[in-house]
């Protein structure tokens, strides 16, 4: 089933730029044991970074597999200028992804097939795919890429490629919220070929995560439109449009959007794998 949206959806990019010397130093920026928070002010031209076969793009990288940091998932935004792209983006056969575009267009050439691709546009790159990304349009496009080594298991074939965009689908309702808490979700639940998921969570004013979810899954959370306060272990801290925020698994978590208008992340988080247990010398 199809939705168009009742109101414009917005999605916040960064720009990069740099502030004046003027500028106070201090912001919200946070990197704990638990919890990261990377405030939208932090993502200036100094900060971004470049990879192998890409034309005319820049990137800031929000998270990577570190020790004491992410585990299982790197994410970047990308930043593509009229005229750039890669016939060679990815460079590691195992590797899986999700593209969402938060500004602009582009043509997404996915085993051979063109997608063109505009704002909230998502889609799915299983491992060892043959895909190119090209901006044929007169404007910068930036997008979200998060990248997942992807878990194979015996018996169960890999994930098939897929292109759509987040208007097209109908947000699920979180019981008893009376549409306060929604979730957009680009892929079923149950289907166990998939051991990511990179949805859309959608909070009316009003709107709470009412308990402190502590949970296996490891989360990214990009903030793409609005302000709440969010419980990241033990703080509760202001985040707003623009902001990222990773959570390692089991971190205490809950928020509530005080409007005025909606709330809204992109979230990942691993799921439908066994825990990989430690291997001893016998």
Request: with cysteine; proline share 8%.
């Amino acid at each position: 089933m199809s939705k168009q949206p009742t109101e414009p959806r917005t999605y916040y990019a960064p720009t990069g730029g740099h502030p004046p010397q003027t500028q106070l130093t201090t912001d919200r920026a946070v990197f704990t044991d638990a919890y990261a928070v990377i405030p939208k002010g932090v993502m200036r031209d100094i900060v971004t970074s470049h990879l192998p076969f890409w034309t005319g793009t820049r990137l800031w990288v929000l998270s990577r597999p570190l020790s004491g940091f992410a585990e299982t998932f790197s994410q970047y935004i990308m930043e593509v200028q009229p005229g750039g792209g890669s016939d060679k983006p990815e460079t590691d056969p195992t590797a899986e992804g999700v593209l969402f575009i938060v500004e602009g267009g582009m043509t997404l050439t996915l085993n051979g097939q063109q997608h063109e691709m505009k704002e909230g546009g998502y889609a799915f790159i299983p491992p060892a795919s043959d895909w190119q990304v090209r901006n044929d349009s007169g404007a910068v496009v930036r997008f979200h890429w998060i990248r997942k080594a992807y878990q194979k298991v015996e018996g169960i074939d890999a994930p098939e490629a897929f292109v759509t965009n987040e208007n097209d689908i109908d947000p699920l309702v979180m019981p008893g919220t009376d549409g306060a808490w929604s979730t957009t979700r680009f892929v079923d639940m149950s289907d166990m070929r998939h051991d990511m998921h990179v949805n859309i969570v959608n909070f009316q004013p009003g709107g709470a995560i009412p308990f402190a979810e502590t949970h296996v899954m490891e989360h990214g959370l990009y903030v793409l439109e609005g302000k709440a306060v969010y419980l990241l272990n033990k703080d509760w801290v202001e985040v707003e449009a623009g902001d990222y925020m990773w959570l390692r698994a089991f971190c205490p978590q809950a928020c509530y959007a005080g409007g005025p208008g909606p709330f809204r992340y992109l979230l990942y988080k691993d799921v439908n794998r066994h825990m990989k247990l430690p291997t001893f010398a016998r």
